[in-house]
Each structure stands twice: as C-alpha cells, then as structure tokens.
C-alpha cells in the first residue's frame, strides 16, 4: 500500500516534466524570398499576346542569423543579394534588423525596421547605404518553433558618387525561420 502511495505521489512529477516549455527566446536562423512587382505599361484586357498586368522587376535573396530577445523583440544580422533586372543593378546589403511584434498571438503581426550598407563585393556591385521598413504576419507550425512569415517591405538604396544616387522599392516577402 505504501509503495502505491509513493507511486501516486510521483505520478504527476514524472508526467508534467516531460512537457517540453515554449521557447520565448534564443538564436534563430531565417531564409526569405522576395520580389518587386512592377506594373506592365503595355498590357491591355483581353489580349492574346501572353502579357502579365504585373511584372516582377526586382529579386532578393535573404540570409539572417539573429536572436529573439522574448515573444516580441528580434534582433537579425542579415546578408542579402539584390538584383534589379530593369535597371542591371546587383546590391549585396549586409544589415542589423530590429523586429517587433505588436500582436504575439497564435500569429504574430509585426513591424520591422533595418539599417545597413551595401558592400560593393566587385565592380558589379554598387556600394552605399540601405534603410528598410516592413510589415508582416509570423504564422506557427504545431510545435510554435519554426515559423512562415509574409508581408511588405519598403526599402532605399543610396548608392553611386556620394551616394546621391537612390533606388526605392516595395517588395513582397515570404520567409522560413528556424528556432
């Protein structure tokens, strides 16, 4: 009877320490896709010529590696390759993001911000600044770790002699993050 008794006492402990805690806070790493659309000026409704009312102009490839203070504040260093076809230019933008989410929910909807430079890697690559805001919603898998996040973001290059030269552009994003 005793050994029941200890056996009962013990039960819960055993049980509750298995539930895995959620994780509000550590390293992640992020792969994002984005693109820059583009109205087409010669498109016409009800043409045959296979023409799209939207054209993507600009393309970006993402890396960041960051750290998420708590359920709501992110920290990203973040490596990024920019081509923009219509014009030939290529970035390669290394920046610090700041993310914050203004609703922590079951889906996060956030706003971020990002400053950083455009490191001229060779004499394809244009050197200067780049300044970044975006919105965006963070949606969970089952186990609130690894997240899709799709949103807008503005950005603005400054780049060329004294960087006078600028380059502004709204881009559509979808991104994978690991926690």
Request: net charge neutral; glycine share 8%.
């Amino acid at each position: 009877m005793k050994q029941i008794y200890i056996l009962l006492l013990c039960l819960p402990f055993f049980c509750f320490s298995q539930i895995r805690k959620e994780k509000s806070h550590g390293l992640f790493y992020k792969l994002s896709l984005a693109a820059t659309l583009t109205i087409n000026k010669e498109y016409t409704i009800n043409n045959d010529d296979d023409e799209t009312f939207l054209n993507p102009s600009a393309y970006f490839l993402n890396n960041t590696i960051g750290y998420q203070f708590d359920k709501r504040t992110s920290l990203g260093l973040n490596f990024e390759y920019d081509y923009h076809s219509q014009q030939g230019l290529h970035f390669f933008p290394t920046y610090l993001n700041l993310r914050h989410n203004v609703i922590a929910d079951d889906d996060n909807i956030f706003v971020r911000a990002g400053y950083g430079t455009l490191l001229g890697l060779n004499k394809n690559f244009e050197k200067g600044n780049v300044y970044k805001i975006g919105i965006g919603v963070q949606t969970f898998d089952q186990n609130f770790r690894n997240s899709f996040l799709i949103g807008i973001d503005f950005t603005r290059k400054q780049f060329g002699y004294k960087t006078i030269e600028g380059l502004s552009s709204i881009s559509i994003f979808l991104e994978f993050m690991l926690f």
